[in-house]
């Protein structure tokens, strides 16, 4: 699918939400990694020195969730303008910042996935990528893994959430009945967009060279009662830069 029509889909898809219905309260994996991060070290990764980035931001929610909790200040991009505009609408009138006298430090901008991050090197201490960059091909992820660790200081930590193809029966029967681009990657059948799903081995062999992985969560919901397929699998990483 060229990019203008995904990004018209995903603009679509915000505006009338058929097949996507995200909530606008922040991620509960997201929550558990705070408390992982304040068990861990405090307040030191969080709060108002701190900056993050939140790739593929969607409407926002768990950028605001940084800034409302722990004052953090930072930048959320999404391919779609739709998105982006939920994103501000919420951080303007949904979620006021109480307590931060200048009001909330969150940028947030309509941008490609495959861009750059425009930030400059070793300036956050988080980087969030939920859901986001399986919808992209081995040679992106590289490259945006590459720009993740420029952006993020020594020490600096990316929560990765993604889906899991280890025990999926559902990711099976899509990978098999409708083939992807590249090998992992299915064309989903409503959506008409290719989107990869991890094996555990490949997310560690991806990552372990230049992150010490401290977590590795996952779900759980994937098999109904009597053994069939259920809900989509997925995984929630904590990830350290090494220094």
């Given at each position: 699918?060229?990019r203008?029509k995904?990004?018209?889909?995903?603009n679509?898809e915000y505006?009338q939400a058929?097949?996507?219905?995200?909530?606008?309260?922040h991620?509960?994996?997201?929550?558990?990694?705070?408390?992982f991060?304040?068990?861990?070290?405090?307040?030191?990764?969080l709060n108002?020195?701190r900056?993050?980035?939140?790739?593929?931001?969607?409407?926002?929610r768990n950028s605001?969730f940084?800034a409302?909790?722990?004052?953090?200040?930072?930048?959320g991009?999404d391919?779609?303008?739709?998105?982006i505009a939920?994103?501000r609408?919420?951080l303007?009138t949904?979620h006021?910042?109480s307590?931060?006298?200048?009001?909330?430090?969150?940028?947030?901008a309509?941008?490609?996935?495959?861009?750059?991050i425009?930030?400059?090197?070793a300036s956050?201490t988080?980087a969030?990528?939920m859901m986001a960059s399986h919808?992209?091909?081995r040679?992106?992820?590289?490259?945006?893994?590459?720009e993740?660790?420029?952006?993020l200081?020594p020490?600096?930590?990316l929560f990765f959430k993604t889906f899991?193809r280890d025990g999926?029966?559902n990711?099976?029967e899509?990978?098999?009945e409708?083939?992807?681009?590249?090998e992992?990657m299915?064309?989903?059948?409503?959506?008409k967009k290719a989107?990869y799903v991890?094996?555990?081995r490949d997310?560690?062999?991806?990552?372990e060279p230049?992150?010490?992985?401290?977590k590795?969560?996952?779900s759980?919901?994937?098999i109904?009662?009597?053994?069939g397929?259920?809900k989509?699998?997925?995984?929630?990483v904590?990830l350290?830069?090494?220094?």
């Open positions: 699918m060229p203008k995904k990004k018209d889909f995903w679509k505006a058929t097949h996507l219905a995200l909530s606008e309260e991620s509960e994996d997201l929550e558990k990694f705070t408390r991060l304040q068990r861990k070290s405090g307040k030191e990764f108002v020195t900056r993050f980035v939140d790739i593929g931001c969607g409407n926002g605001i940084l409302r909790e722990f004052g953090m200040h930072g930048l991009y391919a779609s303008r739709e998105a939920q994103a609408t919420l303007n949904r006021p910042m307590g931060v006298k200048e009001g909330p430090q969150i940028e947030f309509v941008r490609d996935l495959r861009a750059p425009p930030l400059p090197d956050v988080i969030l990528d919808v992209l091909k040679a992106e992820r590289e490259a945006l893994r590459a993740i660790l420029r952006a200081k020490g600096g930590w899991l999926d029966k990711a099976e899509l990978l098999r409708f083939p992807g681009p590249e992992g299915y064309i989903h059948p409503e959506i989107e991890w094996w555990e997310i560690y062999s991806f990552f230049y992150f010490t992985v401290h590795f969560e996952r759980h919901k994937h109904n009662k009597r053994g397929a259920w989509r699998r997925t995984a929630s904590y350290e830069k090494r220094s």
